[in-house]
């Protein structure tokens, strides 16, 4: 059971940035593919960014460029960096884990889950 957890959500100001991080207790093929989701209040949760067992990035068409998704294994985590937040990027943030993943944004194809982090932009 690989298990992740979620760091570094807060509130900021609108332009402002924020940078999260997801740390697993492994990396392995059952982390292969790794993403970040959101869900605000009443929305559905949805895909923020990926990366893929190869390194491939993918993103958002609300997030791209202004975020940023890395992973480093050597201390297993994954990343997200934040830029030019806006209020609609509140929500509550989930790091996601998986090794058979083909759609990158249908959170039932990812296996592990955190508890989530909550991220609140302000106007």
């Known amino acids: 059971q690989v298990q992740l957890t979620e760091s570094g959500g807060g509130s900021v100001q609108a332009g402002g940035s924020l940078s999260l991080s997801c740390s697993a207790s492994e990396f392995s093929d059952k982390t292969d593919d790794m993403a970040w989701f959101r869900q605000a209040p009443g929305k559905e949760r949805e895909g923020v960014a990926a990366i893929d067992a190869n390194g491939r990035k993918m993103y958002a068409d609300s997030v791209q460029g202004r975020f940023t998704i890395s992973k480093d294994n050597a201390k297993k985590t994954l990343d997200l960096q934040m830029t030019t937040l806006k209020p609609d990027d509140s929500a509550m943030y989930y790091c996601?884990?998986?090794?058979?993943?083909?759609?990158?944004?249908?959170?039932?194809?990812?296996?592990?889950w955190g508890q989530g982090i909550q991220v609140t932009v302000s106007s």
């Open positions: 996601a884990a998986g090794d058979t993943v083909l759609v990158w944004d249908y959170d039932t194809q990812y296996d592990y």
